[in-house]
T-cell receptor
Framework: AQKVTQAQTEISVVEKEDVTLDCVYETRDTTYYLFWYKQPPSGELVFLIR??????QNEISGRYSWNFQKSTSSFNFTITASQVVDSAVYFCALTLGGGSNYKLTFGKGTLLTVNP | SAVISQKPSRDICQRGTSLTIQCQVD?????MFWYRQQPGQSLTLIATANQGSEATYESGFVIDKFPISRPNLTFSTLTVSNMSPEDSSIYLC?????????FGSGTRLTVV
């Protein structure tokens, strides 16, 4: 069975600080996908990124960047120059296979609070 | 990517009653997933609904408590039956897309 661990329950930073959210996963499968989702206080889930197990390239999208390391089974998420609007719960998730017919296994989430 | 319309967005229900949640997708999808998010917790999969067959339930969830309907490739319902305060949660449906998974906006259920 697969498992996703987000050890940081809550993080509080001051605006403009950089912050890294950790994600460690477990699976015996060689083909899998990793995701990050944002859940703002309004409750909807916002898709941020998907990364497949064969692509270890780091990704950058604006102030967001992701570091995928298979050697340590980690898929960490960094927000550069954080803003108040980044305050949300962030979930890391894992699914197996190559399609979209597999369930997502979520970590427990990290509550990020960015203070002005 | 797919767009999901989920209804109702929230409800307050009396214990012992049932609530049916609907999800309508703007495109045909094979699988639909139903998740529960208890207050302050992560998302837990309730069941996977495939059109034309019985839903597949995760450990700890049973059909009598959470019956699911999947009449076609764009629609599904989840019923929360014989509710108790412990059923107070956010319920979300989800479908897979070419890029990832899209979620409905959620149903915030409070049982009193």
């Amino acid at each position: 069975a697969q498992k996703v661990t987000q050890a940081q329950t809550e993080i509080s930073v001051v605006e403009k600080e950089d912050v890294t959210l950790d994600c460690v996963y477990e699976t015996r499968d060689t083909t899998y996908y990793l995701f990050w989702y944002k859940q703002p206080p309004s409750g909807e889930l916002v898709f941020l990124i998907r990364r497949n197990s064969f692509d270890e390239q780091n990704e950058i999208s604006g102030r967001y960047s992701w570091n995928f390391q298979k050697s340590t089974s980690s898929f960490n998420f960094t927000i550069t120059a954080s803003q108040v609007v980044d305050s949300a719960v962030y979930f890391c998730a894992l699914t197996l296979g190559g399609g979209s017919n597999y369930k997502l296994t979520f970590g427990k989430g990290t509550l990020l609070t960015v203070n002005p | 990517s797919a767009v999901i319309s989920q209804k109702p967005s929230r409800d307050i229900c009396q214990r012992g009653t049932s609530l049916t949640i609907q999800c309508q997708v703007d495109s045909q999808v094979t699988m639909m997933f139903w998740y529960r998010q208890q207050p302050g917790q992560s998302l837990t999969l309730i069941a996977t609904a495939n059109q034309g067959s019985e839903a597949t339930y995760e450990s700890g969830f049973v059909i009598d408590k959470f019956p699911i309907s999947r009449p076609n490739l764009t629609f599904s319902t989840l019923t929360v039956s014989n509710m108790s305060p412990e059923d107070s949660s956010i319920y979300l449906c989800s479908v897979g897309t070419g890029v990832g998974y899209t979620f409905g906006s959620g149903t915030r259920l409070t049982v009193v």
